[in-house]
């Protein structure tokens, strides 16, 4: 009888793996609005990646992130937090498929999955000052203003505080600028 021709392909290594944020927040604030994911590869493949949101099934959300003809060697994907239209997804959880496949379609790269979360919610500052009013001079009654805070975020463990000084509706300070953690 006729031999069969059996082709199996082999795999294309993928290797040192870096995701720069595994939570983002799109929101323009240009603090983790994107996420990027760099690996090496050992040879030159077609490189293709699409975004799903983890539902019952994976649904796409966003089915061409990067398709490129890639050499061998550092190779880098970012996802935005958008859809295929451009709009900013819906918080939640999110899956990065990334595969490859040589130029002669002899091998394959097995799917890499990076688990992103999206949280576009700003935290919630809440304040609360005593006493109401101050005047600071220095006769030792409400010359000082005490400040308490709460910040509470749905997913990051801090967030970013700025608390400003006004005079005369203008800012005249910084009283505090800095990550706080969030309860």
Known sequence: GKGEVIKYKVAIRANNLVIDNLLIS?????????????????????????VLKII??????????????????????EWDGKNDKGEIVEDGAYIIKITA?????????FPLKVF???????????????????????????????????ISDNLSPSA???LLLYKDNRAVGIVLDRTLPCS
């Open 101 to 109: 496949s040589s130029l002669d379609g002899e091998k394959e790269l």
């Open 160 to 162: 970013e505080a700025k």
């Open 26 to 50: 799109p929101n323009g604030d240009g603090n983790s609005d994107s996420v990027k994911i760099c690996f090496n590869i050992d040879e030159g493949a077609l490189v293709k990646s699409e």
């Open 116 to 150: 992103i979360t999206v949280d576009t919610t700003k935290p919630t500052i809440t304040l609360n000052r005593a006493p109401p009013a101050i005047s600071p001079n220095a006769d030792g009654i409400k010359d000082q203003l005490n400040i308490n805070y709460t």
């Open 56 to 77: 019952s099934s994976a649904e796409s959300v966003r089915g061409h992130l990067f398709e490129k003809k890639q050499e061998a060697g550092s190779c880098e994907v």
